[in-house]
Nanobody, 116 residues
Framework: QVQLVESGGGLVQAGGSLRLSCAAS????????MGWYRQAPGKERELVAF???????NYADSVKGRFTISRGNTKDTVSLQMNSLKPEDTAVYYC??????????WGQGTQVTVSS
């Protein structure tokens, strides 16, 4: 019903920046939140950041001050600006969308690799 497509992942040196983008399409009725999760090898998937339809944001403690989440205004999109990247940020990053119906959707994931 809803498809999420991420882009912007890649390999970057420590201290560098990447910007992830996610575009949603399909049967979108009312978005509650859009956000990003990540999963590193051997670890559980964890919330990185999310933004509500009202613009409220929330960040994991590990990324506060370095990452910024934002919403587009012409499409159902969300971006994650990642600055001062650390090797510990290496993971597959997944876009997430939650409708007010509580239906949830996931993107396919995009790899972010930060080298030292």
């Amino acid at each position: 019903q809803v498809q999420l497509v991420e882009s912007g992942g890649g390999l970057v040196q420590a201290g560098g920046s990447l910007r992830l983008s996610c575009a949603a399409s399909g049967s979108i009725f009312a978005i509650n939140t859009m956000g990003w999760y990540r999963q590193a090898p051997g670890k559980e998937r964890e919330l990185v950041a999310f933004i509500s339809s009202g613009g409220n944001t929330n960040y994991a403690d590990s990324v506060k001050g370095r990452f910024t989440i934002s919403r587009g205004n012409t499409k159902d999109t969300v971006s994650l600006q990642m600055n001062s990247l650390k090797p510990e940020d290496t993971a597959v990053y997944y876009c997430n969308l939650v409708q007010f119906s509580r239906q949830t959707y996931w993107g396919q994931g995009t790899q972010v690799t930060v080298s030292s």
